[in-house]
């Protein structure tokens, strides 16, 4: 049994959000590479294979690594039928995914998990955390919100309605109150209250790198102060619509912090899923979790192989 078949069953039970998130996705990556399959001989696939990689937001170098994977698996083989072709694509970006090892997210072994959540203003931080919140209250966790983001007009406001609305522990800043202050109010708060779980939202200023790299480390510094080894997650949120500009904020918040994860965001909108390949390959972060839609369950832990039959499995055939 082919790759694709084998995920095809994992996927059929759980593709609800996946089939959302990336639909789009797969109509500029899976049914063109389809089309081309089915229609091209074997030999000029190749080109168009990376032509429509780097459509697919994919970028250069990356499109480059996954066909030069393909043609080596493809070997001197010029007569394969559109199934081979697809499980060898298939094949092919599992193999770049998997030359770098995602890690797993950090829980604490005793006491909170700090989670601190970071990215550009609008990226989407707050909703996500409130969705993440709703997931670990789901799962019967104890959550606390730490509301840093003191810059932006409305933005404690915000979290605060979602702490109301999931009925959610929450310290909240004061506007233009420095952001590591209220860390150091909210992670004291977590003494009395036992959270197992704590998001911190934060603002994201990146018009001068050295002021956010200087920001960011005194809000790492004061948190380790308060709760050693935290904090235990650093995730970058990332606009998934901004395509290969997302692959540059991911590149530029991992040179000036020690990021573990992305959370993908607005999947709902756009094509540009190809992108997540590309963050992997260029600097090794994995994403954890994708968003697709302004709905508090619009939230999914990400799982490669399901992400890859999403963008190349044949979505009209049976799932
Ligand atoms: N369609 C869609 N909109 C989203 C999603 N996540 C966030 N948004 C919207 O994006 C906007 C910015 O989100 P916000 O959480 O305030 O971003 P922040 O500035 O990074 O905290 C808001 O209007 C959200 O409703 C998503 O998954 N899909
Ligand atoms: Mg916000």
């Given at each position: 049994?082919?790759?694709?078949?084998?995920?095809?069953?994992?996927?059929?039970?759980?593709?609800?959000?996946?089939?959302?998130?990336?639909?789009?996705?797969?109509?500029?990556?899976?049914?063109?590479?389809?089309?081309?399959?089915?229609?091209?001989?074997?030999?000029?696939?190749?080109?168009?294979?990376?032509?429509?990689?780097?459509?697919?937001?994919?970028?250069?170098?990356?499109?480059?690594?996954?066909?030069?994977?393909?043609?080596?698996?493809?070997?001197?083989?010029?007569?394969?039928?559109?199934?081979?072709?697809?499980?060898?694509?298939?094949?092919?970006?599992?193999?770049?995914?998997?030359?770098?090892?995602?890690?797993n997210i950090v829980?604490?072994?005793?006491?909170?998990?700090?989670?601190?959540?970071?990215?550009?203003?609008?990226?989407?931080?707050?909703?996500?955390?409130?969705?993440?919140?709703?997931?670990?209250?789901?799962?019967?966790?104890?959550?606390?919100?730490?509301?840093?983001?003191?810059?932006?007009?409305?933005?404690?406001?915000?979290?605060?309605?979602?702490?109301?609305?999931?009925?959610?522990?929450?310290?909240?800043?004061?506007?233009?109150?420095?952001?590591?202050?209220?860390?150091?109010?909210?992670?004291?708060?977590?003494?009395?209250?036992?959270?197992?779980i704590i998001l911190?939202?934060?603002?994201?200023?990146?018009?001068?790198?050295?002021?956010?790299?200087?920001?960011?480390?005194?809000?790492?510094?004061?948190?380790?102060?308060?709760?050693?080894?935290?904090?235990?997650?650093?995730?970058?949120?990332?606009?998934?619509?901004?395509?290969?500009?997302?692959?540059?904020?991911?590149?530029?918040?991992?040179?000036?912090?020690?990021?573990?994860?992305?959370?993908?965001?607005?999947?709902?909108?756009?094509?540009?899923?190809?992108?997540?390949?590309?963050?992997?390959?260029?600097t090794g972060i994995?994403?954890?979790?994708?968003?697709?839609?302004?709905?508090?369950?619009?939230?999914?832990?990400?799982?490669?192989?399901?992400?890859?039959?999403?963008?190349?499995?044949?979505?009209?055939?049976?799932?």
């Open positions: 049994m082919g790759l694709l078949d084998s995920i095809k069953n994992l996927f059929k039970k759980k593709s609800e959000s996946y089939i959302s998130g990336f639909t789009r996705t797969n109509d500029v990556i899976g049914k063109k590479i389809r089309f081309k399959a089915r229609n091209i001989d074997s030999k000029s696939f190749t080109e168009d294979l990376m032509v429509t990689l780097i459509e697919a937001d994919i970028g250069y170098k990356t499109s480059q690594k996954i066909v030069d994977i393909f043609v080596k698996k493809a070997g001197k083989n010029s007569d394969l039928d559109e199934k081979q072709i697809m499980d060898l694509v298939a094949d092919s970006l599992r193999e770049l995914y998997v030359s770098k090892d995602d890690g829980y604490a072994q005793n006491g909170p998990t700090v989670n601190l959540i970071v990215g550009v203003n609008g990226s989407g931080k707050t909703t996500s955390i409130a969705k993440l919140a709703n997931r670990y209250i789901n799962e019967g966790k104890k959550v606390l919100l730490i509301a840093a983001d003191t810059f932006r007009a409305g933005a404690i406001e915000q979290l605060n309605n979602w702490a109301k609305r999931l009925n959610c522990d929450i310290v909240l800043g004061k506007e233009g109150q420095d952001p590591s202050s209220v860390l150091v109010d909210g992670l004291r708060k977590a003494k009395e209250l036992n959270p197992d911190c939202d934060t603002a994201g200023r990146l018009q001068n790198k050295q002021n956010l790299m200087n920001e960011l480390e005194k809000m790492k510094r004061v948190i380790g102060r308060e709760i050693e080894n935290a904090p235990h997650n650093t995730w970058l949120v990332l606009d998934a619509n901004t395509g290969q500009n997302g692959l540059s904020q991911a590149a530029i918040f991992k040179e000036i912090t020690n990021l573990n994860g992305i959370i993908l965001t607005k999947m709902d909108g756009t094509s540009k899923g190809g992108i997540i390949l590309a963050i992997k390959d260029e994995p994403v954890r979790y994708f968003t697709s839609g302004e709905n508090i369950e619009a939230i999914e832990e990400f799982d490669f192989e399901m992400y890859l039959y999403s963008i190349i499995g044949d979505l009209s055939n049976g799932s």
